[in-house]
């Protein structure tokens, strides 16, 4: 049983179209995170959620809007996609902030 | 600001060779210390974590930790690496004030035979 799982695992599309990318959680779990990886490796937080409720949102274009219908998912949506936006986005969760993150398996955006 | 630093982009260890990785951590009060592991086209699978107590904390797959207050340290230990351990690891501290958990650059590991 996949404990994080997103969906599409690729996404490959041009510049200006806007997309989503699902992420659902099995494990019970309050906190939902979704992250950006880029091309370095390096990794850095975009959004929480708590029980539904945002409670981070790092400086990110407002192009990008996560929704959490309920516990067990939050979803991204990306709007008029720039090259830039080119990147692994990770969606992660936990019991609260500080309990390990368990992360599914990315979402491998290309931007044409 | 609150950081952790990876001061190695990558290690090269031969397999049965003990193994380090190195994290140093600057947070204000009680420092909450992660590490965790990424393989190729995978997302990052934890390893272990210091809250409190112990100095050495041990995890998953026959790695520990070593918590260091006057060095802020937190270095990944295995005492006989495998060819398998090869992977990105990650560093990382939990932030309460802003409630997220902040990564280091990440550590490549290529254990060879």
């Known amino acids: 049983d996949t404990a994080v799982s997103q969906t599409p695992k690729y996404l490959v599309t041009q510049m200006g179209n806007d997309k989503s990318i699902k992420c659902e959680q099995n494990l019970g779990h309050d906190t939902m995170y979704w992250y950006k990886q880029d091309s370095k490796k390096f990794l850095k937080i975009m959004f929480s959620?708590?029980?539904?409720?945002?409670?981070i949102n790092e400086t990110v274009p407002n192009r990008f809007s996560p929704k959490s219908p309920d516990k067990a998912h939050l979803n991204l949506h990306i709007n008029s996609l720039e090259l830039g936006d080119s990147a692994v986005y990770f969606c992660?969760?936990?019991?609260?902030?500080?309990?390990?993150?368990?992360f599914g398996d990315g979402t491998r955006l290309s931007i044409l | 600001a609150q950081s952790v630093a990876q001061p190695e982009d990558q290690v090269n260890v031969a397999e049965g060779n003990p193994l380090t990785v190195k994290c140093t951590y600057s947070v204000s009060g009680n420092p909450y210390l992660f590490w965790y592991v990424q393989y190729p086209n995978r997302g990052l699978q934890f390893l272990l974590k210091y809250i409190t107590g112990d100095n050495l904390v041990k995890g998953s797959y026959g790695f520990e930790a070593e918590f260091n207050k006057s060095q802020t340290s937190f270095h990944l230990k295995k005492p006989s690496a495998l060819v398998s351990d090869s992977a990105l690891y990650f560093c990382?501290?939990?932030?309460?004030?802003?409630?997220?958990?902040?990564f280091g650059t990440g550590t490549q590991l290529k254990v060879e035979l």
């Open positions: 992660a969760s936990s019991h609260g902030g500080r309990e390990p993150q368990h």
């Open positions: 959620y708590n029980n539904k409720e945002l409670i």
């Open positions: 990382a501290v939990f932030t309460g004030g802003g409630n997220k958990l902040t």
